[in-house]
């Protein structure tokens, strides 16, 4: 018999959709993947000599639970030049990538009974892990065209149980990137009913046009005090496998997710600390050249989405995703199978064209499909074509 947790919480969907698409790959099919949330990019050359360093040099021993102190410091030293953040090296914790950064801190602050926030859609890993400790997840729509914060809905949704609240910008699955003035508001919120912020902030290089990433934890001592600051490396330096990731706050919630890593995981792996210390202290052109690659493929795919009968998709600023509505193609179908919803749209997308998005119902919201554009240009147009022919054979 399972323990009765295991029936509050349920496991990944995109997970699950990364092992299907390799399931079909490993049958020979010339699957597209726009649902992979990684770069397409390898790690660049300096980043894995540091690594292989370590390796030679036998850096390969158990480290300090929340990270070798080169890496603290250069983290703390890359949130004051670019996040106008002051945190000590005591109050940064490496962890396990910044999935297992926004669980712990989840867990050291929220108890059985507790609500935190959610502005949906949101990233899938949010909605379980609260649940997980036990918690209740708040959903809160955000601006309808703009993806952005609703600062009124989210003030109605607060009450005497409200602990935390968790935010993403740039946002997966929108690509919004919430503006200063918003975030002000929000923290504005935080303070008047005395709840947490933490905010992943893991694609904060990842951004275009005139959009500036903005953290909330810089506003004030207060604010600072209240909120966690989440990060990493996997998207602005193409280091999903490597698994390291940050966050940062006050001692006293420092103190607790060390306490939690403890008997968890521990440290995290001491090579990829190796690595992750020389992404900070090295070149940053690799990252340029990637986002100045990803700049294209957005307006690429948004161009192609405009020419679709019917298709609505917000303009994102940020991260790698689109979330174009689909729903004009409910009720349709294709060869003789009726499309009720985006995960159907999505399923038999797959089955038909090899082509697999994710559902918006796997970020809390109907109607929408997420497209990920960390893809060659090469695939991409291959994918649309596919789609482009697959929609115009509904009926």
Not at 27 to 54: H, M, Q, R, W
Not at 75 to 95: F, G, P, Q, R, V
Not at 373 to 392: C, G, H, P, T
């Amino acid at each position: 018999m399972l323990a009765e947790r295991m029936n509050t919480f349920s496991g990944s969907p995109t997970s699950a959709l990364i092992a299907k698409v390799a399931e079909l790959r490993a049958e020979g099919k010339d699957i597209i993947s726009l649902n992979v949330g990684e770069p397409d990019f390898g790690t660049p050359d300096y980043i894995k000599c540091g690594a292989i360093k370590a390796i030679v040099d036998n850096f390969s021993k158990y480290t300090a639970g929340n990270g070798i102190i080169e890496l603290r410091r250069l983290i703390s030293k890359k949130l004051h030049e670019d996040n106008n953040l002051e945190y000590t090296t005591d109050e940064i914790c490496a962890t396990v990538g910044a999935k297992q950064a926004i669980f712990n801190s989840i867990m050291a602050l929220v108890d059985p009974g507790d609500e935190v926030l959610l502005p949906v859609p949101c990233w899938v890993s949010y909605t379980e892990m609260i649940k997980f400790a036990g918690a209740k997840p708040v959903f809160v729509d955000v601006e309808a065209e703009t993806f952005d914060l609703d600062i009124e809905a989210l003030e109605k949704a607060v009450t005497t149980k409200t602990k935390a609240i968790v935010i993403c910008t740039p946002n997966n699955p929108t690509g919004a990137v919430y503006s200063e003035g918003t975030l002000r508001k929000l923290a504005d919120l935080a303070c008047k009913y005395d709840f947490y912020i933490i905010t992943d902030e893991i694609y904060e290089k990842l951004i275009y046009d005139d959009a500036k990433h903005f953290s909330i934890a810089s506003i004030s001592k207060d604010v600072w005090n209240r909120t966690l600051t989440v990060n990493g490396f996997s998207k602005a330096y193409a280091m999903t496998g490597w698994r390291i990731g940050y966050v940062a706050a006050n001692k006293t919630i420092i103190d607790a997710i060390k306490k939690i890593q403890s008997q968890t995981t521990s440290a995290t792996s001491a090579i990829s600390q190796k690595a992750a210390v020389a992404a900070l202290s090295g070149p940053q052109h690799d990252l340029e050249v990637m986002v100045a690659e990803f700049d294209k493929r957005r307006i690429y795919l948004l161009q192609r989405l405009a020419e679709m009968p019917g298709i609505s998709c917000a303009k994102p600023r940020g991260a790698f995703y689109l979330l174009p509505d689909f729903s004009c193609y409910f009720g349709k179908k294709y060869r003789g199978r009726e499309i009720k919803d985006a995960v159907d749209f999505a399923n038999i997308l797959l089955e038909a064209v090899l082509v697999a998005l994710v559902p918006g119902e796997a970020f809390n919201i109907k109607g929408k499909v997420r497209l990920s554009y960390s893809n060659s240009m090469e695939n991409l147009k291959e994918a649309m074509d596919r789609i482009q022919s697959f929609v115009r054979e509904l009926e």
